[in-house]
């Protein structure tokens, strides 16, 4: 039918199935040399990361290679080895005063952001000290987690907090942590990052925050707050940080971070904690 002879056509059948069976049995046996699952997962397009088994931290370096970096965040800070950066009046917080023309606070399936909209082209900002330029806040992320003593990302001595607030900076001439991604420079973003630690009295500067969780339990669930200046959930008085340079916490881990951990926590009670938790 083909223009070939009978002979040549069982010629060429006999190839395609000898083909077929061969392809069958490298199906068959690719799963031995497969990558781990995690890596199957991470290509899966519903594949989202998170804290639980399948998805947790110890399956991000199978999906995200710059999670096997050197300079890897949240580190434990050991005291004794650590040099503070005592002079913390070359820091200056610009705007931390300026009171947003609104504010949303969001759940992003794992943590609580929080972004506001300042008047104008202005934001405030950080620079000075160890930082390279200036850097615009964008917004942040409050770390909680199911008990007092286990909220926290970075610990002093092994200390982890009830709570920890990462405020968030990208270089002024960066549009947001997804643009520092993009370009890749070691020096793109600056996380500033203050512990919060257990008190008998609720902290009333967290109330905006504490009172409005029960809107946003849902994962991807957001709600418009009373906006307020990023100087009552930080305090710019000039207390000793730490300063290294790490990486996002979170996926894809690049390592673009300069951190500014306070050691001094602010506070928070357990009531607060608890509403968070339930």
């Known amino acids: 039918m083909l ?83 005592e002079q913390c009046d070359d820091i200056e917080w610009n705007g931390y005063n300026w009171v947003p023309s609104s504010m949303i606070m969001a759940n992003d399936g794992n943590s609580v952001i929080v972004c506001g909209t300042w008047c104008g082209p202005r934001y405030p900002s950080i620079e000075g000290g160890p930082l390279t330029d200036i850097y615009n806040f964008h917004s942040m992320r409050f770390h909680w987690g199911p008990s007092d003593s286990e909220g926290s990302e970075h610990t002093i001595n092994h200390v982890r907090y009830a709570m920890e607030l990462q405020l968030i900076h990208v270089k002024r001439s960066l549009a947001s942590p997804l643009h520092a991604i993009l370009l890749g420079a070691k020096d793109a973003v600056v996380i500033v990052s203050s512990f919060f630690d257990i008190m008998p009295a609720d902290n009333p500067y967290l109330d905006y925050i504490v009172t409005n969780l029960r809107y946003i339990t849902r994962p ?40 500014l951990v306070n050691p001094v926590p602010a506070a928070i009670s357990s009531n607060q904690v608890e509403t968070r938790s339930s």
């Open 3 to 85: 223009g070939f002879s009978w002979p040549e056509l069982m010629i060429v059948s006999g190839s395609v199935l000898f083909l077929l069976l061969l392809s069958s049995e490298l199906l068959n046996w690719s799963h031995i040399f497969s990558p781990s699952p995690h890596v199957e997962e991470c290509r899966s397009p519903i594949f989202s990361f998170g804290y639980a088994a399948h998805n947790g931290p110890h399956t991000w370096k199978s999906c995200y290679p710059e999670s096997t970096g050197y300079n890897q965040s949240p580190i434990n800070i050991v005291k004794e080895l650590a040099v503070a950066v």
């Open 220 to 259: 991807g669930s957001k709600i418009d707050i009373p906006p307020f200046p990023l100087s009552w959930v930080h305090h710019t008085d000039g207390r000793g940080y730490y300063a290294y340079h790490g990486s996002l916490t979170q996926p894809p881990c690049d390592e673009i971070v300069t951190w």
